[in-house]
């Protein structure tokens, strides 16, 4: 038996879990406070549903030194939710005897397992995180998972760890899926959100939409989609549009670079503002190697035009290119890579 704890904020922890899984063999179950869709996770995979640890208790007036003195990240005092999820788990890994669990991401989890005697596999995540809880999160573990590729230098905060640390490359649900066919020369554009948050006022994106779709002069201009975030439909399997889209503008959440390399289409990235600058550092490492154009501020809607019309035009936006150049993120095969080295620690 495997677990994997899938932290709740937006669906990249889920959407990870069900990639990697999907190369493992034996039992494994999905710990969660997320909610998990119907279909997303392979046959056979269990579900443990946890307590949320991030309501407001007693009299609202927030959480209880969750940080514990600045010694982890969130662990409330006197939080009924926080307590079950916890006992939950260590009932859980106490009633399995699970060989491995895999933890994306939360450092008192990974604590917790390792204290019951459990072998933790742990996820590294991009940005700067030189403070005390990760520290021990980092230490902890039999192993670290990095979701990007060889090639990436290691962090500072990762710098101690390098033996344990497996940069696998950018996992995508969709890595070696078939390509389908695009049906005519119309030029198309996809605006990639997510379900973690976004810096962009509401209807910013529409407002973007229409201006990009407008700027045909006399004649139509591109197709403009917009899927997920505050201004579009969630699609739950968008893989169509991103290989039949001629640029895509996206956040710099892992699964969402990964899911655009596993396209291998022209991006526009703009890293969202995240705890540790997660995105944007992971929007640093895609400029310097020149596999998309990142755009560090929000432009007005009405610069959009000229903007997709630049990229478009440059060598970044030449489709041939971008694939090759996405190739070097190493999709193919790293979820595959991810179960070896889960299974390892297993064993």
């Known amino acids: 038996m495997i677990g994997w704890y899938a932290h709740h904020h937006g669906r990249g922890h889920l959407q990870r879990a069900a990639a990697v899984l999907d190369h493992m063999p034996g039992d494994a179950t999905v710990l969660s406070s997320a909610t998990v869709p119907p279909g997303l996770l392979p046959d056979g995979v269990g579900v443990l549903p946890l307590a949320r640890d991030d309501d407001e208790v007693g009299d609202g007036t927030g959480p209880i030194d969750p940080t514990a003195h600045g010694m982890l990240h969130w662990a ?20 399995t005897d699970a060989r491995a669990l895999v933890v994306d991401v939360s450092v008192e989890v990974t604590l917790l397992g390792r204290l019951l005697g459990t072998p933790v596999v742990a996820t590294a995540m991009p940005g700067r995180r030189p403070d005390p809880a990760h520290a021990l999160g980092h230490t902890a573990p039999a192993a670290l998972l990095a979701a990007w590729p060889d090639w990436v230098p290691a962090a500072p905060h990762l710098s101690d760890h390098t033996a344990r640390l497996h940069r696998v490359g ?6 070696g899926r078939a390509r389908p066919a695009t049906s005519d020369d119309r030029t198309r554009v996809v605006i990639l959100g997510g379900a973690g948050g976004s810096a962009a006022p509401a ?16 004649r139509a201009g591109p197709e403009v989609t917009i899927m997920g975030g505050t201004d579009g439909e969630w699609v739950d399997d968008p893989w169509p549009l991103l290989c039949g889209a001629d640029l895509v503008v996206t956040h710099a959440g892992q699964n969402a670079v990964a899911d655009v390399a596993a396209a291998g289409v022209p991006a526009v990235v703009i890293p969202e503002p995240r705890p540790f600058d997660e995105q944007r550092a992971t929007a640093d490492i895609l400029r310097t190697a020149g596999l998309a154009v990142v755009v560090d501020t929000l432009p007005a809607p009405g610069g959009w035009p000229a903007l997709v019309a630049a990229v478009l035009g440059s060598s970044t936006g030449d489709p041939a290119r971008a ?7 190493q999709v193919d095969g790293a979820a595959a890579r991810a179960a070896a080295v889960v299974a390892e620690v297993a064993r």
Do not use: C, D, K, V
């Open 170 to 175: 950018g996992i995508s649900r969709f890595a």
């Open 203 to 218: 209807g910013y994106w529409a407002a973007a939409a229409a201006q990009i779709a407008g700027s045909g002069r006399g």
């Open 76 to 95: 409330p005092l006197r939080h009924p939710g926080h307590r079950e999820r916890m006992a939950r788990i260590a009932g859980w890994l106490e009633a």
């Open 323 to 329: 694939r090759e150049n996405w190739g070097r993120w």
